[in-house]
Structures are given as structure tokens and as C-alpha cells.
């Protein structure tokens, strides 16, 4: 797998889309400072994953996002996208198959950072996933950025472990362990949970129990209870049924007495028919009069109001022609006035010209006079500016030679100081290397490292003894679980026989059942249960006396009769019953003469029973036998205690065993710590003896650079204190041409304002006749437009005056108009007031003859009045009846509507109900099943469900527990052997790691050692320390080398990793900045053999780098703040200048 490209777009300085091709194995990416070189690298790590804004030189995640410039807008989003080359199928999974693999990464102003794989939008895991053991993440030994060399070789132990697990392939595994423990914790909680559950489960059963036998005795009452509602309710209802029946009795004989009044009453109706048809016909007249009265009065109101009307116009018109008479007369008023005014303007017209040329004349010479006056003033101006930019130029040398004296003097005061300093630093640097020989010789790390194996060895010891006890502990830990797990289940199997078989086993009577103290021979207790019939539940007793006046009881006896069935029964005592029948091992072998004997049937094992004449199939096996199941029962009750027994004894054993190993685990803790204590104290000695002797190896170069220094500060205060003359003398000369220059500039500053005063008096006096020219200009155009307003006026009287005669002629004709019909409308009112007084007393005539008719109506009516008194009671008295009726109906109605609530049918009800049931009998055993059932107190009706939906899920629980107990197993097992393989695939890459330093760290720096030792025995923990010593160097740490020398180091060890583990790519960021030419031929050379196996992409400023490189790719700045690519292939290049 091989880097393609990089696309990049909005990614920091690269604001435009950008494609940077790797087409070669070695491929370096030149370019000035500050053109977004380490951009490229800082992409890919991007994508890769990297998290942290610092480690890609911002402060927060969206500083990625191009920012702007000067002459660009930021933007809204970045993108990077890498292309890799997929045809070898290294990447693991089902991207094998794949022979180009993109990946990209997106983020927006929001902070919203987003992946996609192939173009799917993926997880960030999902990619680190994918480079898991190949050498490639954001922070690997695959990507050096700029000084991660010099960070990378001093770096400490655990961080360069990293490195060697990354080349390990012991990334994934550890990720893998992680994941485990943290199933394997979440494990423990939820078994911890689930013990809580179960036992919170056993508690709620025991209450469930009782509560579920309570719940039945209610439900059996309730319903009880719910019977004799009903027949109640029944009874009230046949009540109210036969009152209805004798309502409808009385309500027959009412009607038949209302029919007989009201066929004596028919010849009266038609009278008084006859009458009321009569006040009907005078009525009518009577409207019919009013009518026509009410229509002549509209009439007559409608004329006189068109009357009114017509007045009001003619009042209107005559006023109207007199005002257009009155403005006739105005208007040939204004016509004269206008006429004058006119006259008047156009004498003005001619003076307002007159008077504009003159000021038109004026203008012209003053305009003349200023022009040449401001020609002047900028003459004046012009030397009074170059004497001004003179003077500053003098000013600003004479302030730049005080500021490079004021310089010389605080450098030379500087230079004093830092010599002093020099010369103290330096008595102190000879008296700190006097106190650290001291301390050196003081620091003894022998002694601190026995007493640190002695304790090493204690821990070991004291942890394998621990290791030991956990075992134990752990298997005692299981026993117990099996023994609480055997407890558990008996109890539940004991709790669910008793649910099935506890209903009958006592009775009211408190005697117990026969299926409960019977003891069967197992191969016969089908056969016993099948000769009992439906008798199963039968009660038992030894004596039957008066008193006991059961019938379901049986006598009991211990005689057992010769082939009975009462052999099989192994206790005693034995009901009488089992002695009459005959146990037969197959009742279809049984002769004829049987049956003369002393047994009324008989019956076989398998349940089968035979009589005389008749035969009976069992019904039923022995798993639904309640015989079997009391049998089981007992026997369970028989293992429990034993079983108890057994799991106390396991929990002492583990209580004991676990005080055991909290002890040993104590021990051991005082012994990590006493170890962790030497430990320490030997790290800190040894980081004594370092630091001292790194010290004096420091204080000793700091010796010669400060001694180097002083000499090098005295040269430069003397050249400071000759520098300080020729400045001196300048500031005189320069004070002496200020001088001159004041004189010259104050001659001509007064100058040029007088000349400036000139011109603003001669440019106020053109502004005046300027003004007094745009005046009469205004005032002549003034008085044309009051002209134009004369001539259009007086065109406007002519139309005026026509419009007036046209409106005074049509008002005169409208006026006459309205006379004549006026005349005629006095007329038609005259007559209709004579037709309405004939019409009021033709209506009075007809309204006397209506009066008398109802008079006649009136004695009519009252002679019958009596009788039909008489008739409405008898009405009065039905409509009662029939109210009665519909209230009888009600409460039938109500009395059955609660048989709906309690879930009955009125025909089941009356078809149960005894013939002689009484309402009073009902309801006291209503009010006695009532009051047991209060007497029963608080009920969980839910309970009986409850308790099998518990049961269940006891059951459940307990299956989920041993599920956790072995996950628990698979994951402790999981990680131990994670572990093991991570030791050693870390120790064998370790080894192969130091021993390609110790081969290449030679060839890199021409002789030498190199080498790698782990800080500690614990392979998962202990971190990774590089020692170095370049040819002809013995020095004790690693800090003491120089830039260049760690920087080889570095790249020594890198390329080590490489050549264990080689990651698809490398990425170097000038990396070779330190190293000279001789070291930088040596690094090419090294990169170049090992291009065979990896792609490089590297940074760099060498020319020797640039030269080892098959392509080179540029990155300008040619518009700031924004970077390009330009790619160019080195062979290509070379076969044009050949051919040139």
C-alpha cells in the first residue's frame, strides 16, 4: 500500500482545491519559509485522526480552516482527502479487495468534524481501525514533524514505547484489552445487580405466596357475592313488572269512560262549528276593510311626501340660479384687475434686462482679479512648503543620529552590565562544581540496588502466594454459588408443587386429604389415584363419629386385605375403601369367576379399572398425579435441609478463605510499596548521580562560552566608545542649519499669508457680484412667469363666462319643469282623503256585526261547560295512570341495569333463582358474604399473577446468572491471554528493534553504539530507554549529545522501526535542518536504500536532499497568505536540458 495523492481544499493556506501527486517512492517538497510546506505533513495527520489543535500548531480544531488574507474571504469549511494505492491488499478486512482506498476528513466553523471512507460517511474509529498495527496513525514513528527529532531521542521511557508498540502491532491488542476489562467491569456490576435481584425476587415470593391463596378466597366470595346482586336486583325487578301490570287495568277502564263522554258531547261540537265558522266570515271582512284602508293611507302618504319634494327642488333651483348670476358679475371684476396687472409686469420686464447686463460685466473683472491673485498665493505656498520639508528632513537626520547615540550609550551601558554578569556567573559556576564533586562522591548506588532486589524478590514471593490463595478462593467462590444455585432450586420446585397441590390439601374442617398421607409404592400410584376417581381430595380420620357430619370424609384402617389395593399403600392408616379393591398386574387376564369374590373392581399399574360388567381407560400419567406430586413434595422437604447444611458449610469456607487471602493481599501491598519505596529512592539517586554529572560536564562549557563571552563584550565596548564621536559632531552641524532655516521659513511663512489675505478679499468681492448677478437673473425670470400667469388667466375668463350661461339656462328650464306637476299632485291628495273617511265607516259596520257573533259563541260554550269538566278530570286521571306506568318502567329499567355491571344475564339469573328465593333471605346472606369479605381485608388481586410471572422470572434470573459466571470466566481468560501475546510479540520487537540500532547507528555515524534497555521487569508497563555513544564519546546520557548527533539518533532509531515493521509511507519535515553536509549525504544515502521498501515524503532545504529526490514538488506563496503547487519530475527536467 503506497500514498497516491493528497487533496486538499480550504485545509489552512491552501484555500483552493489542490491535488498533490506521489507518483514515486522518493518524492521532496521544496519551498521558502512560510509557504505552508509543514501544511502538508500537518493534513495527513489531520485525517489520520490527530485530536489535539496544538499538535497541528493552533489553538482550537477550526484554526485548520483557511482564515483569510489580505485580498481573500475566509471560508466556511476544510477538507482534506487522501488517495491510497491498495493493489498489494495489505489494509486488513474486506478493503483487501480494494485497489484504491480514499479517505477524508471535513470540518466546519461549527467545529463539526466529519470522515468518509470510499465517500461513506464513517466514525473516527472506523479509521483508526484501519491503520491498527501498520505503522500509520496521527502520532506514529512514520510521521517526524519539525523538531520531533530532538522531542523523539529525549523523550521519556513510557513515551517511547509508543513507538515500539506501534511496530509491534501491539496497538490493536491493547485496545482489544481495554475493551475487555471494560466488559469484564460492567460484567461484575451487572452480577452484582442480578445477586441483588434475585434475593429482592426470593422476598417478593414468599409474600406473593400468601397473598396469591388470599386473592383465591376473595375471587370465591366476590363471585358468590355478585350472585345474590343479581338475584336481588331480579327480585325487585318482578315487583315492579306486576304493579305495571295493574296500572294498565285501571288505565282501561278510564278510557272507556272517557269515550262514552265524549260520543254524548258530538251534536254540541257542530253548533259551535257553525258559530266559529261565522266570527271566521265577519273576521275576514274585517281585514279585507283594513287592507284597503291601510293602502289608501300609504297611497295618500307617498303623494304628499313627492309634494314636499318637488317644493324642496324648486327652492333649491331659484337658489341656484341667483348665485350663477352672482358669479357672473365677479368674474368680469377679475377679468379687468387681471388686464391692469398685466400692463403693470411688462413694464418691469424691460428694466430687470437692464439691470443684468450691467452686473454681468462687473462679474467678469472681479472673476479676472481673483485668478490672478491665486496664481500668486500658490507661488507663496509652494517655497513656503519646500522651506518646511527642508527643515523636517534636518529634523528627522538629527533625530535619527540622537536615537543611534542613545543607542551607543544604553548599548555600552548593556555591555558593562552583561560583563559584570559574565564575571559573577562565572564565580558561581566554580563554586556550584566544588558542591556537585561533593555530592557525587556522597551518592552510593550499590547498596540502594541490593536493597532493591531484596525487595523485588519479597514482592514476587508474596504475590504468587497471593495468586494462590485467589485460586482456592475462587473455586471455594464457585462451590458455594453451586450449593446456593441447589438451595434456590429446591426451594422453587418446592413453592411450585405447593402452588398446585396446596389448594386441597386442608379443609375447613381442618382434617387433612387423603392424596396428602398417603405413601404409595411408586409403580402403583397411578393405580391409586385412578381407583379414587374425582376422590383425590377426600378427607380422612380414624374415627366417624356424630360429631363429624362431613360426607366427603372417609374411616381409615390398618387391616389390609389379600390382594387389595390397600398392600401398595406403605403407611398407615388406610382407608376402608382401598381394601374392596383388587390390584392386578393386568386387568385384561382377569377370568369370569373374579368377580364372585370379595372386590368390587379391580384395577393394573398403568391405572386401567375393570368392574364386572364394565371397563375404565386411566385418563391421566404419572406427571399430573397429585399422588406423584405430594410424593415429590416430601422428598424435596427431605433434601432441603441437607442441602442448606451444605451451603453453610461452603460459606464458612469461603468466609474463612477469603479473611486469608485479604491477608495475604495485605502483605503483599506492604511489600509493593516497601519495593515501589526503594524503588523510588533508587530512581531518584540514580537521577541524582545524572543530573550532578550532567551538571559538571554543563558548568565546564559554561566556563569556556562565559570566559569566550568576556572577552567578546570588552571588544565591543570599545568599539561603542569610537562608534560615539562622528555622532556628536553630525548633532552640531544639524543644530546649526535648523538655525538658519527658522529665519528663511518665517520670512516666507509671512509672505504667503499676506498674499493668502489678498486672495480671500478678492474671492469674497467676486462671490458678492456673483450673488447680485444670480439675483436679478431670478428676479427677471420672476417677473416672465408672473406674465405668462397674466396671459393664461385672461384666457381662461372667456371659457368661464360660457359655462356660467349654459348652467343659468339649464336651471331656468328645470325650474319650469317642476310647476305643472306640482298642480296635479294637490289634485290627487284632494280625492284620496274623501275615499278614506267612506272606507272608515264601511270597516266600523263590519267590526259591530263580528262583535255580535262572538257574543253568540260565548253563551253557546258556557252551556257545556259542565260536562266537559267532567271529561278533563277523566283525561286528568289517564295522563296520571300513564306517568305511574312510565316510572314503574324507569325503575324496572334501573333495577336491571346493574346486572350489566356484574357481567349477567337476566335469563341466566331468573333461571338459577329458587322458586321460593324471598328478597329479606338474600339480602342478609348478601350482607354476611359482604362482611367476610371485608373481614379479608387489604387484596392483591394481581398476586396469584404475580406470583407465576415472579416465579418465571426467578427462573430467569437464575439462568442469566450462570450465563455471567461463565462470561465472566471467557473474559478473565480473554485478557490473560491478551497479555501473554502482548509480552511477547513487545519483547520480540523489542529485540529485533535494538539489535537494527545496533547494526545502523555504526553505519549513520561511521562507528559508535547504540542500544535500547527497558526501565522496568513488567513487560506490559515498563518504558524504553535509548542510550548513545558516537565515535570517540563516552557520554552518560543522551542530552549530551549535540542537535546533529541526536538528530542521527533519532533517525537511526526511526529507520530501525522501519526496517521491522516498514509503514506504507514516511513522512519527514526537515528533519535533516541540523545536520551538515557530510551527515546529510550520509542520511540520503540512507534514505535512498531504504525507498525500496517505503515511500518517503520529505521537507527540506538541503540541495543535496532536493538532489536525492525522483520528484520534486513545490509550494509557493506568490499571493499572500495563500499556497500552490507546482510539481516538477527530475528525470523529465533532466531529459529536456539534455535535448536543449
Not at 491498527?132 to 517511547?160: F, W
Not at 543607542?407 to 556567573?425: D, H, I, P, T
Not at 478679499?761 to 448677478?773: G, I, M, P, T, V
Not at 305643472?820 to 265607516?841: F, S
Request: proline residues 2%; contains cysteine.
Amino acid at each position: 500500500m503506497r500514498l497516491a495523492s493528497i487533496k486538499l481544499a480550504g485545509f489552512k493556506s491552501f484555500v483552493e482545491p489542490s491535488k498533490i501527486p506521489f507518483p514515486d517512492q522518493m518524492t521532496c517538497v521544496v519551498g521558502p519559509n512560510g509557504c505552508g510546506k509543514s501544511n502538508v505533513i500537518d493534513a495527513v495527520r489531520w485525517v489520520l485522526g490527530e485530536s489535539s489543535a496544538k499538535n497541528l500548531r493552533g489553538d482550537a480544531m477550526t484554526d485548520v480552516i483557511f482564515n483569510g488574507s489580505t485580498e481573500r474571504k475566509p471560508v466556511s469549511q476544510a477538507s482534506v482527502e487522501l488517495l491510497f494505492d491498495n493493489t498489494e491488499g495489505r489494509l486488513p478486512g474486506t478493503l483487501a479487495s480494494r485497489n484504491q482506498i480514499a479517505i477524508k476528513r471535513l470540518v466546519t466553523r461549527e467545529g463539526v468534524s466529519q470522515y468518509y471512507l470510499n465517500g461513506e460517511k464513517c466514525r473516527k474509529r472506523d479509521i483508526t481501525d484501519i491503520f491498527l498495527g501498520t505503522g500509520l496513525g496521527p502520532r506514529s514513528y512514520a510521521i517526524i514533524e519539525q523538531g520531533m527529532i530532538s522531542r523523539l531521542i529525549e523523550s521519556k521511557p513510557q513515551d517511547l514505547r509508543i513507538f515500539l508498540e506501534e511496530a509491534a502491532g501491539v496497538s490493536k491488542y491493547k485496545e482489544r484489552r481495554r475493551e475487555t476489562q471494560t466488559r469484564l467491569n460492567s460484567t461484575r456490576d451487572n452480577l452484582e445487580r442480578l445477586l441483588d435481584l434475585r434475593t429482592e425476587l426470593e422476598n417478593q415470593l414468599n409474600v406473593l405466596t400468601e397473598q396469591a391463596e388470599k386473592a383465591r378466597t376473595y375471587t370465591t366470595a366476590k363471585a358468590k357475592e355478585r350472585t345474590l346482586k343479581a338475584q336481588i336486583y331480579v327480585l325487585k325487578w318482578q315487583a315492579l313488572q306486576q304493579k305495571l301490570l295493574e296500572s294498565e287495568d285501571k288505565l282501561a277502564q278510564i278510557n272507556e269512560q272517557i269515550a262514552f263522554l265524549s260520543e254524548a258531547h258530538s251534536g254540541h261540537d257542530d253548533v259551535i262549528s257553525a258559530l266559529k265558522l261565522a266570527i271566521e266570515q265577519a273576521n275576514d271582512m274585517v281585514n279585507d276593510a283594513q287592507h284597503q284602508e291601510y293602502q289608501l293611507r300609504n297611497k295618500l302618504a307617498r303623494d304628499e311626501q313627492d309634494k314636499v319634494h318637488k317644493q324642496s327642488q324648486k327652492t333649491q333651483l331659484s337658489q341656484r340660479i341667483a348665485q350663477l348670476q352672482t358669479q357672473y358679475q365677479q368674474i368680469q371684476q377679475e377679468q379687468q384687475q387681471t388686464k391692469q396687472q398685466f400692463d403693470d409686469i411688462s413694464e418691469q420686464v424691460a428694466f430687470s434686462n437692464e439691470a443684468l447686463e450691467s452686473t454681468a460685466e462687473q462679474l467678469e473683472i472681479s472673476l479676472h482679479k481673483y485668478e490672478e491673485q491665486k496664481v500668486q498665493q500658490e507661488t507663496s505656498y509652494s517655497a513656503y512648503q519646500a522651506s518646511l520639508l527642508e527643515n523636517q528632513t534636518i529634523i528627522k537626520e538629527q533625530t535619527e543620529q540622537q536615537k543611534a547615540l542613545s543607542a551607543l550609550n544604553v548599548k555600552y551601558a548593556q555591555l558593562s552590565e552583561q560583563k559584570s554578569a559574565c564575571q559573577q556567573r562565572q564565580s558561581q559556576l566554580k563554586s556550584e562544581r566544588e558542591t556537585l564533586d561533593q555530592q557525587l562522591e556522597a551518592i552510593d548506588l550499590t547498596q540502594a540496588k541490593t536493597l532493591v532486589q531484596q525487595a523485588e524478590a519479597e514482592c514476587e514471593s508474596a504475590n504468587i502466594q497471593l495468586q494462590q490463595a485467589q485460586d482456592v478462593l475462587a473455586q471455594k467462590h464457585t462451590a458455594a454459588r453451586q450449593s446456593e444455585q441447589t438451595c434456590n432450586d429446591l426451594a422453587a420446585k418446592q413453592a411450585a408443587l405447593l402452588t398446585v397441590v396446596g389448594e386441597n390439601t386442608q379443609s375447613q374442617s381442618g382434617l387433612p386429604t387423603l392424596v396428602s398421607k398417603l405413601s404409595v409404592d411408586k409403580s402403583w400410584q397411578v393405580a391409586v389415584e385412578a381407583s379414587l376417581f374425582s376422590l383425590s381430595h377426600a378427607h380422612v380420620s380414624l374415627q366417624f363419629d356424630n360429631e363429624c357430619k362431613t360426607p366427603s370424609i372417609w374411616p381409615q384402617t390398618s387391616h389390609c386385605a389379600n390382594g387389595s389395593l390397600a398392600e401398595k399403600i406403605t403407611n398407615g392408616p388406610i382407608p376402608q375403601y382401598f381394601n374392596a379393591i383388587a390390584a392386578v398386574e393386568n386387568i385384561d387376564t382377569l377370568e369370569d369367576d373374579f368377580w364372585s369374590g370379595p372386590f368390587l373392581f379391580a384395577v393394573d399399574q398403568r391405572g386401567d379399572l375393570r368392574g364386572a360388567n364394565w371397563c375404565i381407560p386411566c385418563k391421566f400419567d404419572s406427571e399430573s398425579s397429585h399422588i406423584v406430586k405430594h410424593q415429590l413434595l416430601k422428598d424435596i422437604e427431605k433434601e432441603i435441609p441437607a442441602a442448606q447444611s451444605e451451603l453453610e458449610s461452603a460459606q464458612k469456607a469461603l468466609t474463612a478463605e477469603q479473611k486469608e487471602v485479604d491477608e495475604l493481599r495485605v502483605v503483599a501491598t506492604q511489600k509493593q510499596h516497601a519495593f515501589s519505596s526503594l524503588m523510588q529512592s533508587l530512581t531518584q539517586k540514580q537521577a541524582e548521580h545524572n543530573f550532578a554529572s550532567e551538571r559538571l560536564a554543563a558548568i565546564a562549557l559554561q566556563c569556556d562560552e562565559t570566559q569566550n563571552e568576556l572577552a567578546a563584550l570588552a571588544a565591543k565596548l570599545d568599539a561603542a566608545s569610537n562608534e560615539q564621536a562622528p555622532l556628536t559632531l553630525q548633532l552640531t552641524k544639524a543644530e546649526t542649519r535648523l538655525s538658519d532655516l527658522k529665519q528663511q521659513q518665517e520670512s516666507l511663512e509671512a509672505d504667503y499669508h499676506n498674499a493668502k489675505l489678498v486672495t480671500r478679499q478678492l474671492q469674497n468681492a467676486y462671490e458678492n457680484e456673483k450673488n447680485q448677478h444670480h439675483k436679478q437673473q431670478l428676479n427677471l425670470e420672476s417677473v416672465k412667469n408672473q406674465v405668462a400667469l397674466c396671459e393664461s388667466k385672461l384666457g381662461q375668463f372667456s371659457s368661464r363666462f360660457s359655462e356660467l350661461n349654459e348652467q343659468l339656462e339649464e336651471a331656468k328650464f328645470t325650474l319650469e319643469d317642476i310647476q305643472l306637476p306640482l298642480v296635479e299632485l294637490d289634485e290627487a291628495i284632494a280625492e284620496q282623503h274623501l275615499m278614506l273617511e267612506t272606507l272608515i265607516e264601511q270597516k266600523s259596520q263590519k267590526q259591530h256585526n263580528l262583535d255580535d257573533a262572538k257574543e253568540k259563541l260565548k253563551q253557546a260554550e258556557s252551556g257545556i261547560g259542565t260536562e266537559q269538566q267532567k271529561l278533563d278530570n277523566l283525561k286528568q286521571q289517564r295522563q296520571n295512570i300513564i306517568l305511574e306506568q312510565q316510572g314503574f318502567q324507569l325503575k324496572s329499567e334501573a333495577a336491571l341495569s346493574p346486572l350489566a355491571e356484574l357481567n349477567t344475564q337476566l335469563i341466566d339469573v331468573i333461571a338459577a333463582l329458587p322458586e321460593d328465593a324471598k328478597l329479606n333471605s338474600l339480602q342478609s346472606q348478601l350482607s354476611k358474604v359482604s362482611s367476610d369479605i371485608a373481614g379479608l381485608g387489604a387484596i392483591n388481586l394481581a398476586a396469584i399473577e404475580e406470583f407465576d410471572k415472579a416465579f418465571e422470572r426467578k427462573n430467569y434470573l437464575d439462568q442469566q446468572y450462570d450465563d455471567l459466571i461463565s462470561a465472566l470466566d471467557t473474559l478473565e481468560t480473554a485478557i490473560v491471554k491478551i497479555d501473554r501475546e502482548t509480552k511477547q510479540r513487545f519483547k520480540a520487537t523489542f529485540d529485533q528493534v535494538n539489535n537494527g540500532l545496533q547494526n545502523l547507528f555504526p553505519k549513520v555515524f561511521g562507528g559508535g553504539s547504540a542500544y535500547l534497555e527497558l526501565t522496568s521487569d513488567d513487560l506490559l508497563e515498563t518504558g524504553v530507554a535509548i542510550m548513545a555513544r558516537p565515535p570517540g564519546k563516552k557520554n552518560a546520557t543522551i542530552h549530551l549529545l549535540s542537535g546533529g548527533e541526536k538528530a542521527l539518533t533519532a533517525l537511526s532509531l526511526v529507520f530501525s522501526i522501519f526496517q521491522l515493521n516498514p509503514a506504507p509511507f514516511c513522512m519527514l519535515d526537515e528533519v535533516d535542518a541540523p545536520l551538515d553536509d557530510a551527515n546529510v549525504g550520509r542520511f540520503c544515502r540512507l534514505v535512498e536504500e531504504m525507498s525500496q521498501d517505503v515511500q518517503f515524503v520529505y521537507i527540506s532545504h538541503n540541495k543535496i536532499a532536493m538532489e536525492m529526490a525522483a520528484r520534486l514538488t513545490g509550494v509557493t506563496m506568490a499571493e499572500p497568505g495563500v499556497s500552490r503547487v507546482v510539481a516538477v519530475d527530475i528525470e523529465k527536467a533532466l531529459e529536456m536540458s539534455e535535448s536543449a
